[in-house]
Nanobody, 125 residues
Framework: VQLQASGGGLVQLGGSLRLSCAASGGSLYYLSTVWFRQAPGKEREGISYIKNSDGVTEYADSVKGRFTVSRDSAKNTVLLQMNGLTPEDSATYYC???????????????????WGQGTLVTVSS
């Protein structure tokens, strides 16, 4: 499975962006998908998870209530809608996928088998 992340860009404080993680070479249906982000000088942070077969989601506290992850099964794509962006959200965002059906420790990269390239999000104040 190959993953292609897109949708990053420059946005002002309070703005919105929608990231996409498009899969090819295999279906996301039997996999779970996770979004990570990493800002310069900071550790990688798992921010959102979705089990594609049933839509179960998880979020990091830092994005809960602002970000929404969803799946578009017809397009074999996972979306991350990001609202209320702040400069603290500036980072490179990565999507990953793998077989993880328990939501415990969803934020760990250890279970991720497939990775997309990063897409840069910059939020200006």
């Amino acid at each position: 499975v190959q993953l292609q992340a897109s949708g990053g860009g420059l946005v002002q404080l309070g703005g919105s962006l929608r990231l996409s993680c498009a899969a090819s070479g295999g279906s996301l249906y039997y996999l779970s998908t996770v979004w990570f982000r990493q800002a310069p000088g900071k550790e990688r942070e798992g921010i959102s998870y979705i089990k594609n077969s049933d839509g179960v989601t998880e979020y990091a506290d830092s994005v809960k209530g602002r970000f929404t992850v969803s799946r578009d099964s017809a397009k074999n794509t996972v979306l991350l809608q990001m609202n209320g962006l702040t400069p603290e959200d500036s980072a490179t965002y990565y999507c990953g996928a793998g077989r993880r059906y328990r939501t415990s420790a969803w934020y760990s990269p250890d279970w991720v088998k497939y990775w997309g390239q990063g897409t840069l999000v910059t939020v200006s104040s």
